[in-house]
């Protein structure tokens, strides 16, 4: 479960009776649970709407109704098959578990939603696809986005939506036009078009059916972004997002920064064990990069528990502050020994110590070392203010101009532009260790990961309470890691 002020990743076993309670501060709007081992979550999410307390009103006028639409992936095989793939794509997206006319197999098998003209509806919308970022778009009807990641909003008109996987949007439709039938539809936003086939066709459709419509009526249908447009379009809708200041659980930035980070992400390569055949670039694999670190998952003891017992050997804590060489990140060239050691990051379990209510700056540069793809990087704990988007080379004096510290958005998963970057903040004010990683699945056994760990405060409510008696024991699955042929590595 993700959230600002929540506790994440309890693991349940089978046959084990759960019960789960915990606190949701400072958040309203919509949320993601998932799963969060391999490729579960494809089918084990959900939503958390969060509503204001009693007898307090959303700042927007109140909708007629609230529609939960969640967005997710199919594949005609056993999902444990995909940790074996690099990326699939999926053989169909659901409209809250509909696949829609595209399909022959589902003509017959369309979301619907009925609505009544003149009244105003709240979409909660939720991205749970594994891997693949969604566009979203109601044949002519424009959205009004009132919060994002459970954060309100200032209201924001658009007749497009991105969505990266992890990402939650609160938007208000108003069936304002003739009584008939129009498609919702959503389609896939793939970037790094090198490496990641483009697929022909993945638009999905749902519709939305005006009360007293013919039935029999052929649906408008929509118009979505194709080609290099979408990139643009993408990035108007992101970038164009602000908080909205003074509304309910709204907080200015921080002016003051205690940690300030420059982390290069994306892609990199591993070397191909030996007896192996790997299927990326220069007969390697791939390996996620951030600092030129590949995260290695902890195989013995959980982070939090080395942590809190002060066990050593399970991880380091000299993450870097910037990567070990300025380049030109999103032109990246091979000119002598040191990038060609750019090419091969690092593989090890470092995290990053911050001190409880320090102030954090992230600038998360995307580089072009293997591909430039958008990247939704997703920090566990906490949310985090959005100062700024924009591509190439982070430029520190003059993009640092440009950032905004009077209303940006607030977010805990953000699509880093490719061949650009983003500017985060957030106050560690959650003790405990915490991933931030790329929420596309197939990433994460690359390592796109890194971890901070928040020391505690000086009180016992903002200390780290110690584990659970009955936290099960971590294991590892080869089966889940590895594939079963010997001469050929598809993990990577």
Known sequence: ??????????????????????????????????????????????????????????????????????????????????????????????????????????????????????????????????NTHLFFKIANHNVTVVAIDAAYTTPYVSDVMILTP??????????????????????AYISAHPIVPVPTDRTINGLIVYEGAALNTSPAKTTMPEGMNQISTAHRFSSNITSLVGGPHWTPVPRHVDEKMFITMGLGLDPCPLGTKCIGPLGQRYAGSLNNRTFAIPQTLSLQEAYFYNISGIYTDDFPNQPPLKFDYTNFEVSGDNEYKMLFPERKTSVKILKFNSTVELIVQNTGIITSESHPMHLHGFNFYVLGYGFGNYDPINDARKLNLVNPQMRNTVGVPPGGWVVLRFIANNPGAWMFHCHMDAHLPYGIIMAFIVQNGPTPETSLQPPPSNLPQCSRDPKIYESPTTNVDLSY
Not at 23 to 52: F, K, M, S, Y
Request: with cysteine; proline share 7%; net charge positive.
């Open 1 to 130: 479960m993700d959230g600002a002020n929540m506790i994440t990743q309890c693991p349940i076993q089978p046959g084990y009776n759960f019960t789960y309670r915990f606190d949701i501060t400072g958040q309203e709007g919509t949320l993601l649970w998932h799963a969060h081992v391999v490729n579960l979550r494809a089918t084990l999410h959900g939503a958390i709407i969060i509503r204001p307390r009693s007898g307090r009103p959303y700042p927007f006028p109140k909708p007629y109704k609230e529609v939960p639409i969640i967005f997710a992936q199919w594949w005609n095989v056993d999902l444990a098959v995909l940790q074996l793939r690099p990326a699939p794509i999926a053989d169909a997206f659901l409209i809250n578990g509909l696949a829609g006319d595209t399909y022959s197999c589902s003509k017959n098998r369309m979301y619907n939603l009925k609505v009544v003209q003149g009244k105003t509806y709240l979409l909660r919308i939720i991205n749970a696809a594994l």
């Open 166 to 187: 992890g990402q939650t949007v609160d938007a208000l439709l108003t069936a304002d036009q003739p009584i008939g039938l129009y498609y919702m539809t959503i389609s």
